[in-house]
């Protein structure tokens, strides 16, 4: 077990994260915030305390990390910060305060690579989307060379990469990951509407069963089967207010998400799609994407249904091509199963086909991701989704390995090999990589990255992870977000329950009316 500390409260998250990205075996505790005395306490063998102190003196900081087994020496130290704390009642130095943070975030991730022997990928980077940082560099320093933002030069390109590999420590391979799909997103946003437009996420919270590492709004259909209907009555309504609420913007993209959409009958989901082909402004809709995630869900009866309105994306995702792992990871379809699918969709006309998969599954091996990604290829799907497997807290995974004092299963799967055969496979079928994002406790500390073909690349992925436009969102469980003019972000949520949303849709479709009406 290993106790955080830390006096400086902005930082806890960065400490806490980086802590547990460097020492995956051990149970890490977050930073007391209540904790005054920052030096080590002896509580036996099997704990351990890291303390970082910032301290103040003559104008300059110096930063201390105190700690015990896990280091090479007792302490570390940092002298002549020169960016002071903000001092009550004055007005913050913004600059001077960011570079204090990224001088002493950088302190602590060499800190850490010194006494354990290894770097992360994406260095002392903790954010979700490094993408955005990505962009907002590259249009820094293409602005002050020539004033202009768009196309970026080749040598605006080589100087994002070196100083977010001086800045954040980040890895050459990431940095021209990153860089390459920041550009490839800014070109393809240029063609949407950005602030004057907007999108619809649409949620159907029901799944045949439930997978074990989700940690997403699902509920078994079978034991809701009776007020599926009555819940598409509430989505319509909210549909219907979203038109009226969004009617001086443009439509960009609609996504129906779950769950999985296609667990509905397909009685059920012919009044979906009606209700939005009959609700919302379809004439400016460039993307309209359904997923149809869980092979076990589709029926021929629901791919006609889904072709008879202007559906132009559909996922069926196979996670794996291994009937064991299926089964261990209780996704209730077999790799068979996934093979008919997909070869109905195109039988049926569908040429925008998505495939999810996940790296780091329980008990596979990178011969396993080999396997997958060589059957992915006789498929020849138009886009490829690659995860690394992350543990999320709410997911039976977590709760199965907490309950059986397990560590992470994922200690001895080689990430690293197994995204460069996922990425030479995505390469092996002409696709580029158009948008990434990473996510808490990640396998490797790596990303997910979504690969596609020209001219087939999931907008509304990229307007969701790039936060340029608004996106209103319908149903149990989803969060609406509003992207003002100025850039910043307001968002408000929806509720999980099925029952209290359906009682309280009058109050949700309010929420939304606040947000955009402010």
């Known amino acids: ?302 791919l006609e249904c889904l072709k008879r309105y202007p559906v132009t994306r559909i996922s069926i995702n196979p996670q794996t091509m291994s009937d064991k792992t299926l089964k261990y990871i209780g996704r209730n379809h077999s790799v068979s199963q996934f093979l008919d699918a997909f070869k109905m969709a195109r039988e049926l006309g569908f040429d925008n086909i998505n495939t999810d998969i996940i790296l780091g599954l329980p008990e596979e091996t990178v011969d396993d991701v080999k396997n997958t990604i060589d059957e992915i290829k006789k498929l020849n799907p138009e886009s490829l989704t690659v995860h690394s497997l992350a543990i999320k807290r709410a997911s039976r995974l977590k709760m199965w390995m907490d309950k059986n004092g397990m560590s992470d299963l994922r200690s001895t799967f080689d990430f690293d090999e197994a995204m460069n055969i996922a990425n030479q496979g995505a390469r092996a079928m002409d696709m580029n990589a158009y948008y990434m994002y990473r996510q808490k406790d990640m396998g490797g500390n790596l990303e997910n990255t979504g690969f596609a073909r020209e001219g087939k690349y999931g907008l509304y992925n990229i307007l969701m992870m790039e936060e340029v436009q608004s996106i209103v969102a319908c149903g149990a469980g989803t969060v609406t977000k509003r992207v003002f003019e100025d850039g910043h972000i307001e968002r408000c949520d929806t509720i999980k329950d099925v029952d209290l949303y359906i009682s309280k849709i009058d109050e949700m479709i309010e929420r939304k009316q606040k947000l955009f009406w402010t």
Not at 7 to 35: C, G, Q, W
Not at 154 to 159: G, M, N, Y
Not at 209 to 223: A, D, E, I, K, R
Request: glycine share 6%; charged share 30%.
């Open 1 to 302: 077990m290993i106790k955080t500390k830390i006096n400086r409260h902005d930082l806890e998250y960065f400490l806490f994260a980086m802590v547990r990205a460097f020492f995956k075996e051990a149970e890490v505790i977050p930073p007391d915030t209540s904790a005054k005395n920052l030096a080590p306490d002896d509580e036996g063998d099997d704990e351990d305390v890291l303390a970082c102190e910032l301290i103040e003196e003559n104008k300059t900081l110096s930063v201390e990390i105190k700690k015990g087994k896990y280091l090479k020496e007792d302490y570390y130290r940092l002298y002549n910060i020169s960016a002071p704390f903000t001092k009550e009642n004055e007005e913050p130095d913004i600059e001077k305060e960011q570079f204090f943070k990224d001088e002493v975030r950088g302190y602590i991730y060499d800190s850490f690579c010194e006494c354990s022997g290894i770097t992360l990928p994406w260095g002392n980077l903790t954010g979700i989307r490094p993408t955005k940082l990505y962009l907002s560099k590259l249009m820094e320093f293409q602005k002050e060379k020539n004033g202009e933002i768009w196309p970026f030069d080749e040598d605006i390109v080589e100087k994002t990469i070196s100083n977010m590999s001086d800045i954040f420590r980040v890895d050459r391979n990431k940095g021209e990951l990153g860089t390459g799909i920041a550009i490839r997103e800014q070109g393809i946003m240029n063609s949407l509407h950005g602030k004057d437009g907007y999108s619809v996420y649409i949620g159907i919270p029901f799944c045949p069963s439930t997978c074990l590492y989700c940690s997403f709004t699902s509920n078994p259909v079978f034991s809701f089967k009776d007020k599926i209907a009555t819940y598409l009555d509430c989505v319509k309504k909210e549909l219907e207010a979203t038109a009226e609420l969004m009617k001086d913007y443009t439509l960009d993209t609609i996504y129906i998400g779950g769950g999985t959409p296609t667990s509905i009958s397909a009685e059920e989901l012919d009044v979906l799609l009606n209700c939005v082909v009959t609700t919302l402004p379809m004439d400016t809709v460039r993307e309209f994407t359904v997923e149809a995630g869980r092979p076990d869900s589709i029926t021929r009866e629901k």
